[in-house]
């Protein structure tokens, strides 16, 4: 189960979805893009809900876009290591997960 967190009117507001839904919903990841492809969280997040779904081709882009716009975030690096290592191809992953404790050392994910 995934929760979205939204600000709606200046206020939180928090919607339980399935990861599938992430990718369908309005208010959901795609949605973010559409308003703001340069939102990097989102490109991540969509990229995660993809891998969780087992659309691993189409997450790729996701975490190399996330990537490209925000260089700094361990949590990127990661996910698309995970990607990696479930396609089987563990020297990428590797290469991702290195590169997410070298930003955050104390980011135990990687690890």
Not at 30 to 35: I, M, V, Y
Not at 38 to 52: C, E, K, T
């Amino acid at each position: 189960m995934l929760l979205a967190v939204f600000v709606v009117h200046g206020k939180p507001s928090q919607y339980p979805l399935r990861w599938s839904d992430a990718v369908e919903l309005p208010h959901s990841f795609s949605q973010a893009l559409a308003l703001n492809p340069a939102f990097a969280p989102a490109h991540n997040n969509l990229g995660y809900a993809l891998v969780r779904m087992g659309r691993l081709e189409e997450s790729v882009g996701h975490f190399r876009e996330a990537i490209r716009l925000d260089p700094k975030d361990p949590l990127a690096y990661n996910n698309r290591g995970n990607r990696h290592r479930t396609r089987g191809d563990l020297d990428a992953a590797l290469n991702d997960y290195n590169e997410a404790i070298r930003l955050n050392p104390k980011y135990s994910m990687a690890y």
